[in-house]
């Protein structure tokens, strides 16, 4: 059973979050709250997900399980204004979630859970280097890589207590040095890792949105970028495994 | 299985030369495979993915698998057609690829033979405006959990063109062998069910499933094909013959049962809804549960026009009543392959003309039986001053041999030095051509592989040149300064006034004065003529 309303801006926040790795998912929910985890096609990037109760203006679950088509779900979002409140509902056919909105009411099929990959067993990893910087700042950084190659290194120089973003394209590169003053430093020691900028790019554009984005970093290992979303009624965390260049 | 063991077993016979060895091994593994398996295996070692008889195609263009590769390895798609440049081969390509990939990823699961099958079926029922998107995305699935090697035949084989020189006939032998059955009764069956994979799982359960096959409506069949000869010697093997007019226009397949039909193309593709004046006809002529096979003709004012009319009219999928004033098709019915649940491709042709006539009212094909050299000379005259091909000489005794090509039709029609060849490449026309193709290369065939043995420059209409580039620009594989290279796939009919013996083309011979004749996507791949048949040719030639 599920019957909740919520923000359309909270909502769409949290769909986007998903959709820049998966175009389904399953969605968990129980009367604390919604999550999902999932992994993109290629097994690269991966994607966990809570939004809490609180986060809902009214929030009433029982413990199920609803495959859910993403792309559908943004198609929807064209015709919400900033500021709806959305009430999702399902229904005793529990193959149908409800949507209604301004008066509107979206009859979703949902999809067979059965036919959504189970979720990921997040991999157990070290990634000692840990820094904390605006999502805008880093945004801008993914962005400006993108100019110039397609794929973007990520490191701490640990001596000098610079946290950089850098890109070598087959002419040209980029480096943005972060100082003390611009990140805060939760643990500054040696880490650089190499990754897709097909993946970055997506991400960037969802973590853009937070006030601060976790990033924990390794040498040559994946990288976890961790925040907050729903004003920190939720929690996103995305994975992405590195580019390891031949020597 | 693995996808990991087939691609093993794929490289094995890869390295193998003699076709003894490839059935022996194929036929080893056939008995541990299990049901579902057995039929995907059979398929996928031919490079197949349905059944032959299936209309569902994969329709993974080379550009959306180069995509889904640059993806998984982490690079662009010019890195990707740069590396099949280089190797020549989109597999080996893949293979490379994957090896030298930087992208990292989590986990890997290994791929069941039996899921990229199921992931296959799930590409070919996306249809409509999201469909690129979904294939990519079971590309992608796919690839992502391929090792270098299993990529290597994951691309080929959704390309459909495995290259490991396995051929239907050798598939047959092996599962005869394995499963202790005839040949002959293996290859029966595959006539009548058109699915060699299903042919395998019925022979694993015996001789008695194969003995008793029947055809399915909505499950075509292949043609059975005609082999050239002369009206002296037809009539000298057989004494009496049977001769129809040979019609200039497109074989079809008409299927109905419980009220519903449908219409399929000498290549077996559905196309019910581009030809729904003949659908019509057909559908008049006959009310019960039926097959038959004919040949449609285009007419205007009494005389048939040309076969290029008729094509385009298959083609189609817009504007079709639009096409359907300009052109008129009409059916003409010349066998009967199952009646009523009863299949009779195994009776004599005059039983079935028999059956033919009672069931279907109209549109039968004249046939003329006679013993009489004089007089069939006479029908073959009459055909030619009505406009049509020639004439068919059958042989009354004989069976329905499903996509069998023997003396048993004998196609008889004025001398014509032209040949059926696969366009593999072109280079890019001048002045007001510069964006259609201009010349064309086009290979012929041995054992499976094409060779290229022409190019050809003229005899186009600036029409025709339009077309086979609408026809042919999807399937450029490579580009290389003015020079393209395409998936095979569509064939030429060239004539030319001379073989000659040439060092110029991998196949010894090349084409004197070759000139365009038409477009024949009535065609598959595997009907193009043969290195061996060129060679005979030349034999024939009278300075040779």
């Known amino acids: 059973m599920l019957k909740a309303t919520i923000d359309a801006d909270i909502l769409k926040e949290s769909i986007d979050a998903i959709s820049a790795l998966v175009t389904e998912c399953r969605l968990h929910t129980d009367e604390n709250g919604i999550s999902t985890r999932a992994v993109d096609t290629a097994n690269v990037a991966m994607i966990s997900l809570l939004l809490k109760k609180e986060a809902f203006s009214s929030f009433a679950a029982t413990r199920s399980e609803l495959g859910i088509d993403i792309a559908k779900m943004k198609n929807i979002f064209g015709m919400m204004a900033k500021n709806d409140m959305i009430t999702l509902e399902l229904t005793d056919d529990i193959h149908k979630l409800q949507v209604s909105f301004q008066g509107y009411k979206y009859s979703i099929t949902l999809l067979d859970e059965n036919t ?42 640990a001596a000098k207590q ?52 976790e990033i924990h970093l390794g040498i040559d290992h994946p990288a976890k970028f961790s925040f907050n979303i729903a004003g920190g009624n939720g929690h996103v965390e995305y994975l992405l495994a590195p580019r390891i260049e031949a020597d | 299985m693995l996808f990991r063991e087939f691609s093993a077993i794929c490289q094995q016979i890869e390295v193998i030369r003699g076709r003894l060895e490839i059935i022996d091994l194929i036929s080893q593994r056939l008995p541990a495979l299990s049901d579902e398996e057995l039929p995907v295996f059979v398929r996928f070692i031919m490079g197949r993915i349905f059944p032959d008889w299936s209309p569902e195609k994969l329709m993974i263009g080379p550009n959306l698998l ?56 799930k590409i070919a029922d996306t249809g409509g405006k999201k469909s690129q998107r979904e294939k990519l995305l079971v590309v992608r699935k796919l690839l992502a959990n391929a090792s270098p090697l299993e990529g290597r035949y994951l691309a080929r084989i959704m390309l459909e063109d495995l290259r490991i020189g396995v051929g239907e006939g050798s598939i047959r032998e092996a599962v005869a062998r394995a499963f202790l059955i005839d040949s002959g009764i293996v290859e029966h069956a595959v006539q009548a069910l058109n699915d060699l994979g299903y042919v395998a799982q019925l022979a694993k359960t015996g001789e008695a499933a194969l003995r008793d096959v029947h055809i399915s409506p909505f499950h075509p069949v292949k043609m059975m094909l005609a082999q050239q000869g002369s009206i ?36 077996l593709e559905d196309v019910t809804n581009a030809l729904p004046d003949v659908l019509a006809i057909l559908n008049e002529s006959t009310t019960t549960d039926i ?32 096409m359907q004033e300009e052109v008129q098709l009409f059916p003409n019915v010349f066998d009967i392959l199952y009646l009523n649940g009863e299949t009779l491709i195994d009776l004599p042709l005059m039983e079935r003309r028999k059956r033919l006539e009672t069931a279907v009212s109209g549109h039968i094909a004249p046939q003329l039986v006679s013993n009489d050299p004089a007089v069939v000379e006479a029908f073959y005259h009459r055909a030619l001053d009505a406009g049509h091909e020639g004439i068919m000489i059958k042989a009354p005794e004989s069976p329905y041999t499903p996509g069998m090509r023997g003396k048993n039709w004998i ?33 012929c065939q041995k054992n499976g592989e094409l060779i290229t043995l022409s190019k050809v420059a003229t005899g186009f209409s600036d029409e025709q040149l339009a077309e086979a580039y609408d026809l042919l620009h999807d399937r450029i594989i490579t580009k290389a300064g003015k020079e393209v290279r395409f998936e095979p796939g569509l064939i030429f009919e060239v004539g030319y006034s001379e073989l000659q013996v040439s060092s110029n083309y991998p196949g010894g ?23 061996d048949s060129i060679r005979e040719r030349y034999m024939r030639q009278p300075n040779s």
């Open chain 1, 116 to 157: 959504i990959r189970k979720d990921p067993n997040p991999p157990t990893i070290e990634l000692p280097g840990k820094v904390a910087i605006p999502g805008a700042e880093l945004n801008s950084a993914i962005k400006a890589a993108a100019v110039v190659s397609d794929k973007i290194a990520l490191g701490i120089d």
């Open chain 2, 291 to 322: 097959i038959l096979d004919g040949e449609v003709i285009a007419m205007k004012e009494g005389k048939p026009l040309p076969f290029q009319a008729v094509l385009r009219r298959f083609r189609r999928k817009h504007g079709i009543s639009k």
């Open chain 2, 411 to 443: 196609k008889i029609k004025p001398e014509v030095d032209t040949l059926d060849l696969a366009v593999v490449g072109a280079e890019w026309g001048e002045g007001k051509r510069a964006h259609y193709f201009g010349s064309f290369l086009l290979a």
């Open chain 2, 232 to 267: 002296m010697s037809a009539i000298a093997e057989n004494g009496t013959i049977a001769a129809e007019y040979k019609y200039d226009g497109s074989r079809f397949q008409f299927h109905r049962q419980g009220g519903q039909s449908k219409l399929y193309s000498r290549k």
């Open chain 2, 509 to 531: 011979f090349a084409l004197r004065f070759p000139r365009f004749i038409r477009i024949r996507d009535d065609k598959d791949i595997t009907e193009i003529e043969t290195l």
């Open chain 2, 66 to 121: 180069y995509e889904g590769v640059a993806y998984v390895v982490g690079t662009k798609k010019e890195t990707v057609i740069e590396t099949i440049n280089r190797t020549g081969d989109i597999g080996k390509a893949v293979e490379l690829l994957l090896a030298e990939k930087e992208q990292t990823s989590f986990f890997s699961e290994e791929l069941e033979l039996v899921t990229v099958y199921h992931e296959f079926e």
């Open chain 1, 162 to 213: 610079i946290f950089f973003m850098a890109a070598e394209g087959d002419t040209d590169h980029i480096r943005r040095e972060f100082g003390k003053d611009e990140v805060s430093f939760i643990n500054g020691v040696e880490a650089k890792s190499l990754f897709s900028l097909d993946y970055m790019k997506d991400m960037g554009k969802v973590m853009s949105r937070a006030e601060e984005v």
